[in-house]
């Protein structure tokens, strides 16, 4: 399985951006699928998460500003940003696994077998 993340860019304070994360090679039903950030100097943490069912989950600080989604068809995954701040400049990954029960933000992104490269995003003020 193939997972490449794009997207990612420089935008200033307030701005918006979307990701897309392509997968392929995936040959199950279905996926869980999710996204990491990881800052410089702190661990990585996630942001979103989405079940085949579109059900959604997302980290508190993103809350109201993020959206996960999902292009089952083309089996892309996106992850809409808006109101950025600074201290969301951060790697940002994609990540998916067979589909399960336990598909929502509070797993690990060890949990993870199929993982993207990252997009880099940037916000300055």
């Known amino acids: 399985v193939h997972v490449a993340e794009s997207g990612g860019g420089a935008v200033q304070v307030g701005g918006s951006l979307r990701l897309s994360c392509a997968i392929s090679?995936?040959?199950?039903?279905?996926?869980?699928m999710a996204w990491f950030r990881q800052a410089p100097g702190k661990e990585r943490e996630g942001v979103a998460a989405?079940?085949?069912?579109?059900?959604?989950s997302y980290a508190d600080s993103v809350k109201g500003r993020f959206t996960i989604s999902q292009d089952n068809a083309n089996n892309t995954l996106y992850l809409r940003m808006t109101s950025l701040k600074p201290e969301e400049t951060a790697m940002y990954y994609c990540a998916a696994l067979r589909n399960t029960v336990w598909c929502e933000i509070g797993r690990a992104y060890n949990d993870f077998p199929w993982r993207g490269p990252g997009t880099q995003v940037t916000v300055s003020s």
């Open positions: 989405i079940t085949t069912d579109d059900l959604t």
């Open positions: 090679g995936y040959t199950g039903r279905s996926l869980c």
